[in-house]
């Protein structure tokens, strides 16, 4: 087992009797210990927290060349254009005969 996932760090939380019994209902639920049921959730609710704010690592000149991307100005295509102005799904008149079938 490698050292970095030896678990020897306590943490305690405080729980209303309800919400004990519906973490407990819930591990139940899935053949698992209240202990792993817990850590488990909340590792995987950290994971999708902080997806988008992961440290990556640039060469300078790789850098430069994202920073270059980034301050450049948009590209027009035809589809984009259509895709921004054409009316969406919500958008439609609510007193037009289509949503009158709704």
Excluded: N, Y
């Amino acid at each position: 087992m490698l050292a970095s996932s030896i678990r020897s760090k306590k943490l305690d939380l405080r729980l209303s009797p309800a919400d004990k019994r519906t973490l407990e209902a819930a591990a139940s639920a899935c053949s698992r210990s209240l202990s792993d049921f817990v850590r488990d959730s909340a590792l995987s609710r950290a994971d999708e927290m902080l997806a988008d704010r992961r440290t990556f690592i640039l060469s300078k000149a790789k850098w430069a060349e994202f920073q270059a991307a980034l301050d450049a100005p948009t590209r027009r295509t035809p589809r984009m254009q259509r895709l921004l102005t054409e009316p969406g799904f919500f958008d439609a008149d609510p007193s037009s005969p289509a949503s009158e079938k709704r």
